[in-house]
T-cell receptor, first 114, second 111 residues
Framework: DAGVIQSPRHEVTEMGQEVTLRCKPI?????LFWYRQTMMRGLELLIY????????DSGMPEDRFSAKMPNASFSTLKIQPSEPRDSAVYFC????????????FGQGTRLTVV | KQEVTQIPAALSVPEGENLVLNCSFT??????LQWFRQDPGKGLTSLLL?????REQTSGRLNASLDKSSGRSTLYIAASQPGDSATYLC??????????FGQGTTLQVKP
């Protein structure tokens, strides 16, 4: 398996634009997580899905952020409108099921909002 | 609320030293604990997973221990090498199923 695949790897956009980040989890994994990493705050969980259903979105910073998982092999994280403070590395991770299993991370998307 | 703390925040050692990285967590009700490595500009690579019923796991020169009752885990690296230089993160998985990370320990191994 190719692992968790994220795209794009890098994104530079202007403030106010819509940004969509994409994630393909490992085939057969039932749980998917979106994290944001910054120097100041470290790794923060934004949202996680189990069997394509959002279970916990308490980490989503505000209404400008939304996430979807239309099927077991694809998820998106959208920011609209984007702001400079959204600049960070966004990671997607998947596990075979929630709880007692090993998590695998993608390579991340480095987002810069200017 | 589960909180994870890693000490030290940074560590610099000469090549060949054995070293210990520490991770503590406030709520002992966890499913498992996982140690990751992150190289600059890269994603997280899983190193070791310890289930809540286990005391330790070993992989090569790495050994991770878990003491749930005291809320502590350690990552032991034997005979450190320059290639071990990276940031090491621990994450606990509580009953909610989501990983909660510490801030990491940045390790530099000098040749």
């Amino acid at each position: 398996d190719a692992g968790v695949i994220q795209s794009p790897r890098h994104e530079v956009t202007e403030m106010g634009q819509e940004v969509t980040l994409r994630c393909k989890p490992i085939s057969g994994h039932n749980s998917l997580f979106w994290y944001r990493q910054t120097m100041m705050r470290g790794l923060e969980l934004l949202i996680y899905f189990n069997n394509n259903v959002p279970i916990d979105d308490s980490g989503m910073p505000e209404d400008r952020f939304s996430a979807k998982m239309p099927n077991a092999s694809f998820s998106t994280l959208k920011i609209q409108p984007s702001e400079p403070r959204d600049s960070a590395v966004y990671f997607c991770a998947s596990t075979p099921n929630s709880g007692n299993t090993e998590a695998f991370f993608g390579q991340g998307t480095r987002l810069t909002v200017v | 609320k589960q909180e994870v703390t890693q000490i030290p925040a940074a560590l610099s050692v000469p090549e060949g030293e054995n070293l210990v990285l520490n991770c503590s967590f406030t709520d002992s009700a966890i499913y498992n604990l996982q140690w990751f490595r992150q190289d600059p500009g890269k994603g997280l690579t899983s190193l070791l997973l310890i289930q809540s019923s286990q005391r330790e796991q070993t992989s090569g020169r790495l050994n991770a221990s878990l003491d749930k009752s005291s809320g502590r885990s350690t990552l032991y690296i034997a005979a450190s090498q320059p290639g071990d230089s990276a940031t090491y993160l621990c994450a606990v998985v509580p009953h909610t199923g989501k990983l909660i990370f510490g801030q990491g320990t940045t390790l530099q191994v000098k040749p």
